[in-house]
């Protein structure tokens, strides 16, 4: 998303070009004529448990993935209150 690419994934996006888009993930698809709904139960309530456990180094990996959804506008903070805190 927003970080260096490795190598080998630098050379094979090289090697297809042709087939990639400039921006892979410039904006959100574009409107579709179908509109998915999912209906709830009224009486179904959200699953809560502990996030999963991180090393340092994939916690510093999904900040850095979260950031760039954020800035791009993807995704953007829950005001549910049994979100992560």
């Given at each position: 998303?927003?970080?260096v690419?490795?190598?080998?994934?630098?050379?094979?996006?090289?090697?297809?070009?042709?087939?990639?888009?400039?921006?892979?993930?410039?904006?959100?698809?574009?409107?579709?004529?179908?509109?998915h709904?999912?209906?709830?139960?009224?009486?179904?309530?959200?699953?809560?448990?502990?996030?999963?456990?991180?090393?340092?180094?994939?916690?510093?990996?999904?900040?850095?993935?979260?950031?760039?959804?954020?800035?791009?506008?993807?995704?953007?903070?829950?005001?549910?209150?049994?979100?992560?805190?």
């Amino acid at each position: 998303l927003c970080k260096v690419v490795p190598p080998d994934l630098a050379d094979l996006i090289r090697k297809y070009l042709d087939i990639f888009p400039d921006d892979l993930l410039a904006g959100l698809p574009p409107s579709r004529p179908e509109h998915h709904r999912i209906e709830l139960e009224p009486s179904a309530h959200p699953t809560v448990q502990r996030q999963f456990r991180l090393s340092q180094l994939e916690l510093e990996e999904l900040y850095q993935q979260l950031d760039c959804l954020l800035t791009k506008g993807f995704i953007r903070p829950s005001t549910l209150p049994y979100a992560p805190r």
